[in-house]
């Protein structure tokens, strides 16, 4: 076997799963979860009636950059989204369609990485996405973890390493809107990424698959490429973005999603996918047109996550150090209590599941950034997770101080 496959850590779940097994739960509570990140919001309907419509695509392999007209909705969603001209974008050169962000951020890092430069290294948010490690990691990279801490607003601090570990950094993975702090980079943070690419000779894989969950309708959070474009970058040098359907549209299951950027670079991942073979049906993208043309059922779905914002969180201020995120569908609170204790009472006394914030992070300059919180999602119903809410404030309540 690999051998890069044993320093793989165990994921987050397989933590929690292990940190509860002797934990019973409540029987006289009804479960809420909100622990694992799924949306529970109904699936576009648009999408769910192209999907169907288009089932006989069953029927033929589909290529592995999709159909022109996939790739136009995308460049024309990308255009409109981030105020990019839409003669900038090459649908054959800029856009891949992928299965989903996760496939895609995983397997962009053993296309990128070159494992035999001394010293090989992927910069990643900390707390973040397991993903970005696991990948660095079979890559045969080292990972050098960025803290998001209060003092940078939960962004991943980008001053945290030196001159000489940036020379060694390959590609540094972002994530904004955040997960699991809800962060929201703006316009000067992208810009020091690219001011630090461009010094040290790196490529930036922006994951923005949150970026259609935002608190306020009239400030939609920037993107890498957005950026880029502002700055008059040619075939958008040294950036790539990861976008996805299963936040934005309710449509986890379907894996659809798409990678964008820099040409080069995406003609040699072009390359690497063809061999990879994660390709979308013909059916899947009848449903992901359907979806990228249509805004309605994105903004509704922002709407129904603002709800419970503001149903949970004067419920939650009580209880901890919270604030609403500007983006995504958590919440990062910390409390005074260990993460690992809160998590096992809420599911013995209330039969309520959440994450450690310690399961998410890794402990770097002496620290773990995820000590002492939890991560929650706010992907169940708002009667859901106002109770959810209630019930932690009871565990919250009966701890030890």
């Given at each position: 076997m690999n051998p890069r496959l044993d320093v793989l850590q165990p994921y987050p779940f397989e933590r929690l799963a292990a940190l509860l097994r002797d934990t019973p739960a409540n029987s006289a509570r009804a479960p809420i979860s909100l622990a694992i990140g799924e949306p529970q919001h109904p699936p576009a309907e648009v999408a769910r009636a192209a999907l169907i419509e288009a089932m006989d695509g069953i029927a033929h392999y589909p290529p592995t950059k999709g159909s022109d007209t996939l790739r136009a909705a995308i460049g024309d969603w990308l255009s409109w989204r981030f105020n990019v001209d839409r003669q900038a974008i090459d649908d054959t050169r800029h856009i891949l369609p992928a299965a989903g962000t996760r496939e895609a951020l995983f397997s962009f890092a053993q296309a990128v990485v070159d494992p035999t430069r001394p010293g090989a290294a992927v910069a990643m948010p900390n707390p973040g996405y397991q993903i970005y490690e696991g990948a660095a990691l079979l890559a045969g990279a080292e990972p050098l973890y960025l803290p998001c801490l209060p003092d940078t607003g939960f962004l991943a601090d980008l001053d945290a390493l030196s001159p000489a570990d940036w020379d060694r950094v390959q590609l540094l993975y972002l994530c904004s809107p955040g997960n699991p702090t809800g962060a929201v980079a703006d316009r000067a943070?992208?810009?020091?990424?690219l001011e630090l690419a461009d010094k040290h000779d790196f490529i930036?894989?922006?994951?923005?698959?949150?970026?259609?969950?935002?608190?306020?309708?009239?400030?939609?959070?920037?993107?890498?490429?957005?950026i880029a474009h502002a700055q008059g970058r040619e075939d958008f040098s040294r950036c790539v973005v990861f976008h996805s359907l299963s936040k934005r549209s309710n449509l986890p299951g379907l894996r659809s999603g798409f990678v964008a950027g820099d040409g080069a670079v995406l003609a040699d991942y072009l390359r690497y996918r063809t061999y990879h073979g994660a390709t979308l049906g013909q059916h899947v993208q009848a449903a992901s047109i359907a979806a990228w043309r249509d805004e309605t059922h994105v903004r509704a779905n922002r709407d129904r996550y603002r709800e419970k914002y503001a149903a949970v969180m004067p419920l939650l201020e009580p209880l901890c150090d919270v604030v609403r995120p500007a983006g995504s569908f958590y919440l990062w609170p910390a409390f005074r209590a260990s993460d690992e204790d809160l998590t096992r009472a809420a599911l013995r006394e209330e039969n309520l599941r959440v994450v450690p914030g310690r399961y998410l992070a890794r402990a770097a300059g002496g620290a773990n950034p995820g000590?002492?919180?939890?991560?929650?999602?706010?992907?169940?119903?708002?009667?859901?997770?106002?109770?959810?809410?209630?019930?932690?404030?009871?565990?919250c309540e009966a701890l030890p101080r």
């Amino acid at each position: 076997m690999n051998p890069r496959l044993d320093v793989l850590q165990p994921y987050p779940f397989e933590r929690l799963a292990a940190l509860l097994r002797d934990t019973p739960a409540n029987s006289a509570r009804a479960p809420i979860s909100l622990a694992i990140g799924e949306p529970q919001h109904p699936p576009a309907e648009v999408a769910r009636a192209a999907l169907i419509e288009a089932m006989d695509g069953i029927a033929h392999y589909p290529p592995t950059k999709g159909s022109d007209t996939l790739r136009a909705a995308i460049g024309d969603w990308l255009s409109w989204r981030f105020n990019v001209d839409r003669q900038a974008i090459d649908d054959t050169r800029h856009i891949l369609p992928a299965a989903g962000t996760r496939e895609a951020l995983f397997s962009f890092a053993q296309a990128v990485v070159d494992p035999t430069r001394p010293g090989a290294a992927v910069a990643m948010p900390n707390p973040g996405y397991q993903i970005y490690e696991g990948a660095a990691l079979l890559a045969g990279a080292e990972p050098l973890y960025l803290p998001c801490l209060p003092d940078t607003g939960f962004l991943a601090d980008l001053d945290a390493l030196s001159p000489a570990d940036w020379d060694r950094v390959q590609l540094l993975y972002l994530c904004s809107p955040g997960n699991p702090t809800g962060a929201v980079a703006d316009r000067a943070y992208f810009e020091r990424a690219l001011e630090l690419a461009d010094k040290h000779d790196f490529i930036i894989a922006s994951d923005e698959c949150y970026s259609e969950i935002y608190a306020h309708e009239d400030a939609p959070p920037p993107g890498l490429l957005d950026i880029a474009h502002a700055q008059g970058r040619e075939d958008f040098s040294r950036c790539v973005v990861f976008h996805s359907l299963s936040k934005r549209s309710n449509l986890p299951g379907l894996r659809s999603g798409f990678v964008a950027g820099d040409g080069a670079v995406l003609a040699d991942y072009l390359r690497y996918r063809t061999y990879h073979g994660a390709t979308l049906g013909q059916h899947v993208q009848a449903a992901s047109i359907a979806a990228w043309r249509d805004e309605t059922h994105v903004r509704a779905n922002r709407d129904r996550y603002r709800e419970k914002y503001a149903a949970v969180m004067p419920l939650l201020e009580p209880l901890c150090d919270v604030v609403r995120p500007a983006g995504s569908f958590y919440l990062w609170p910390a409390f005074r209590a260990s993460d690992e204790d809160l998590t096992r009472a809420a599911l013995r006394e209330e039969n309520l599941r959440v994450v450690p914030g310690r399961y998410l992070a890794r402990a770097a300059g002496g620290a773990n950034p995820g000590v002492g919180r939890l991560r929650l999602s706010l992907v169940a119903s708002t009667e859901d997770c106002v109770e959810a809410a209630t019930r932690l404030a009871r565990v919250c309540e009966a701890l030890p101080r």
